[in-house]
């Protein structure tokens, strides 16, 4: 079995501050882990993965996150939130020989002007 | 990266009859799935929907309510039966798995906002 926690249903910062977004995971193999962003009345747009490789990986819009394996975490992380940063996002896992994908609740991000 | 588009972006239906969503892909995917997003909820899996074999229901979802129909790798559709209130939520298709090479990630279309009355 495979899930997912957000444990922040929210995430409030100023712009120009630095933007985290939790995510932890379990999964019984080795874990694909992707970050989604919702905004609203739009479908889900994919911000980056981690397949295998660099712990840190980079994504869409300034966006990146660290694979932290130890921690099952995959935290991710902007270092200057823009107020158009502001949506909802997810955190999803899949087990390296499963194609289904587990979400997490989802965190809403605020960035205020 | 694969373009894809639902139709239709929205509806408001009566209880007790049924709608069809389509989800089309501007290249050949393998595999596509078919999502519910229920009011400030996270996205659950529905179902898996392959060319050539009937789709793979997850738990809690049957073909009755949920018929899905996959003719080519490009197409897809979503039925939502004998609609209730409770069916009311965003309706995603995504894909994964084109012909020509592996994503990794799902693509998901803008999805479909159904609202039963």
């Known amino acids: 079995a495979q899930s997912v926690a957000q444990p922040e249903d929210q995430v409030n910062v100023a712009e120009g501050n630095p933007l985290t977004v939790k995510c932890t995971y379990s999964?019984?193999?080795?874990?694909?882990l992707f970050w989604y962003v919702q905004y609203p009345n739009r479908g889900l747009q994919f911000l980056l993965k981690?397949?295998?490789?660099?712990?840190l990986v980079k994504g869409s819009y300034g966006f990146e996150a660290e694979f932290n394996k130890s921690q099952t975490s995959f935290h991710l992380k902007k270092p200057s939130a823009l107020v158009s940063d502001s949506a909802l996002y997810f955190c999803?896992?899949?087990?390296?020989?499963?194609?289904?994908?587990?979400f997490g609740a989802g965190t809403t991000v605020t960035v205020r002007a | 990266s694969a373009v894809i588009s639902q139709k239709p972006s929205r509806d408001i239906c009566q209880r007790g009859t049924s709608l069809t969503i389509q989800c089309q892909v501007d290249?050949?995917?393998?595999?596509m799935f078919w999502y519910r997003q229920q009011p400030g909820q996270s996205l659950t899996l529905i179902a898996t929907?392959?060319?050539?074999?009937?789709?793979?229901?997850e738990s809690g979802f049957v073909i009755d309510k949920f018929p899905i129909s996959r003719p080519n790798l490009t197409f897809s559709t979503l039925t939502v039966s004998n609609m209730s209130p409770e069916d009311s939520s965003i309706y995603l298709c995504?894909?994964?798995?084109?012909?020509?090479?592996?994503?990794?990630?799902?693509?998901f279309g803008p999805g479909t906002r159904l609202t039963v009355l």
């Open positions: 981690y397949i295998t490789g660099d712990n």
């Open positions: 999803a896992v899949r087990d390296l020989n499963d194609y289904k994908l587990s």
């Open positions: 929907a392959n060319q050539g074999s009937e789709a793979t229901y």
């Open positions: 995504s894909v994964e798995g084109g012909v020509s090479g592996t994503y990794n990630e799902q693509f």
């Open positions: 999964v019984s193999g080795n874990p694909y």
């Open positions: 290249s050949q995917v393998t595999m």
